[in-house]
């Protein structure tokens, strides 16, 4: 079974601009989580879909946002970028049970 | 509130010695615990669930054990290969959301 895969897997934006994030899921799973991941904050919790709908959410500005599709793949998106939102975004997927599978990080910069 | 604590920070072993890495929590419900690997770059890697205390799971030269306040990974004879950050994470049944350890960083040497 092929892995969870994001894209891009590199970003380099500058500060003020908009980013957006794709992921897609292991077959079969219909649950995408999002985290950001930094050397100070360690993996923090974006948010969580489940057949397109949002399940819930952490403690992010409203400038991050995120989307489910009908087949399941995901995208987030950062508008109005700041130099702090530096890091690896991470997106796990879920089958029913309870485990959570990476994929390999979108590494963003701002400039 | 919600917690995870990992330690030690990071961990230095020389190859064949064995050691235990310490996850503790707090958290309203355990919906399971969770340890990953990750390498330098990479996603973390899944390697067991724990969802009751007493509970344990092997794999290879680790073996993960669950308390009711705390769990750890044991690494027995370890090679440098073992060399990642381990990270631990927890599933809240108030919240339902993954809450993460800062992890342990260790290095095996030759």
């Known amino acids: 079974k092929a892995g969870v895969t994001q894209t891009p897997r590199y970003l380099i934006k500058t500060r003020g601009q908009q980013v957006t994030l794709s992921c897609s899921p292991i077959?079969?799973?219909?649950?995408v989580s999002w985290y950001q991941q930094t050397p100070g904050q360690g993996l923090q919790f974006l948010f969580e879909?489940?057949?397109?709908?949002?399940?819930n959410k952490g403690n992010f500005p409203g400038r991050f946002s995120g989307r489910q599709f009908s087949n399941s793949r995901s995208e987030m998106n950062v508008s109005t970028l700041e130099l702090g939102d530096s890091a690896l975004y991470l997106c796990?997927?879920?089958?029913?049970?309870?485990?959570?599978?990476f994929g390999p990080g979108t590494r963003l910069t701002v400039l | 509130e919600d917690q995870v604590t990992q330690s030690p920070e990071a961990l230095r072993l020389q190859e064949g010695e064995s050691s235990s890495l310490n996850c503790s929590y707090t958290?309203?419900?355990?919906?399971?615990l969770f340890w990953y690997r990750q390498d330098p770059g990479k996603g973390p890697e899944f390697l067991f669930t724990?969802?009751?205390a007493g509970e344990e799971k092997e794999k290879e030269r680790l073996k993960a054990t669950l308390t009711k306040k705390e769990s750890f990974l044991h690494i027995t004879a370890p090679k440098p290969e073992d060399s990642a950050t381990y990270l631990c994470?927890?599933?809240?049944?108030?919240?339902?959301?993954?809450?993460f350890g800062t992890g342990t960083r260790l290095q095996v040497f030759p």
């Open positions: 994470a927890v599933r809240s049944g108030g919240t339902d959301k993954l809450i």
């Open positions: 077959s079969g799973h219909r649950s």
């Open positions: 724990l969802y009751s």
């Open positions: 796990a997927s879920s089958p029913p049970d309870n485990e959570q599978f």
């Open positions: 879909y489940f057949s397109e709908t949002q399940r």
């Open positions: 958290v309203s419900g355990l919906r399971g």
